[in-house]
Structure formats: C-alpha cells, structure tokens
C-alpha cells in the first residue's frame, strides 16, 4: 500500500503513534496542508467486505487517529480498506 502513495510530495509512516493507538498507514501532504490515515482489514468471504471496511473506519474514529493531526492540518481524511484475495471495499470520512 504505501507504493501506491511513494511520491517526494508525501511523507508516509507505518503503524506509527497517533491518537490512542498506531493506525496502519498515515500519509502527510504537506504542500496541501492535509493528511490521510488508512486502516486495514482482510476477509476470506467477499460478503464481509463492507462490514470489515466499516469497522477499519469506525476505529480510526473511536481510537482518535485524526487528533493529532487535526491541530495542524486543514484537512485529514479516513480510509478504512478491506482486502479479499481478489476484490478491494474502500470507505471514506473526512474531518475538518
């Protein structure tokens, strides 16, 4: 995952401390002054996509991923991912 976001315009960090616990990836744009915190989930049944992407995005929530960066950027978004071996549920929320 963080090949897709390898760029000299981003600084990117895994499972590092943020909020109460470490979320799975957090990507820094500070050229836009805005950031993303991407947690992860994985299933072998393509039924429990949405409700283990829901639960990756309810946890960056509950376990206040956002907090520390909410006093510096504009803008930081949530991403709760779930992987199935061939098929990919993305759910997005936004704060600030």
Known sequence: MLGLFSTQQ??????IESGTVL?????????????????????DDTTDL???????????QDRQYTAPL???KRT????GLA???K??????????
């Open 10 to 15: 981003y600084e990117l960090f895994s499972n």
């Open 76 to 79: 930081v978004l949530t991403w």
């Open 23 to 43: 979320p799975d990836i957090l990507i820094d744009d500070r050229e836009h002054n805005r950031a993303m915190v991407i947690e992860i989930r994985h299933t």
């Open 50 to 60: 949405e409700k283990r992407a829901e639960e990756a995005l309810t946890q960056s």
């Open 70 to 72: 909410l006093a510096r």
């Open 87 to 96: 098929q990919c549920l993305a759910k997005c929320g936004q704060t600030g």
């Open 83 to 85: 992987f199935c071996p």
